[in-house]
């Protein structure tokens, strides 16, 4: 059974664009992943601040392998010339977890 994970990351509107553009440069990061079957970032239209970074994955053992191994080194990896670390985007994550029991596409998909 597949399992949706969706990071709630409070981003302050200055850093929206920040935010943005780095997962733009690791758009195709996570793709290659055993056991990846989706992603979508979405930004907040009205009465919040928190992106959603939507993944579904075959099982929670995919998520927890791609977790502890490409996303961390993702995350460890340095930004800036001079070894330093960029300074998170967000001011905040929360990990929401779901199983799929139900789900639909349209005809002819």
């Known amino acids: 059974m597949s399992v ?6 409070t981003v302050p509107a200055e850093q929206r664009e920040t ?3 780095r997962f733009a440069s690791r758009a195709h990061a996570v793709e290659s992943s055993d056991g990846f079957e989706w992603f ?3 930004r ?9 970074v939507y993944t579904r994955w075959r099982d929670e053992e995919s998520f927890q392998a791609w977790l502890e191994g490409p996303m ?7 930004g800036a010339e001079s070894g330093e ?3 998170p985007a ?6 929401w977890s779901f ?11």
């Open 90 to 95: 967000a001011s905040g994550s929360t990990l």
């Open 4 to 9: 949706v994970k969706i990071n709630v990351l």
């Open 40 to 42: 979508e970032l979405l």
């Open 44 to 52: 907040p239209v009205e009465g919040t601040d928190d992106y959603l």
């Open 85 to 87: 670390r960029p300074k």
């Open 19 to 21: 935010l943005e553009k």
């Open 72 to 78: 961390k080194a993702a995350h460890q990896g340095g």
């Open 99 to 109: 199983d799929v029991v139900q789900q639909a596409a349209p005809k002819g998909a």
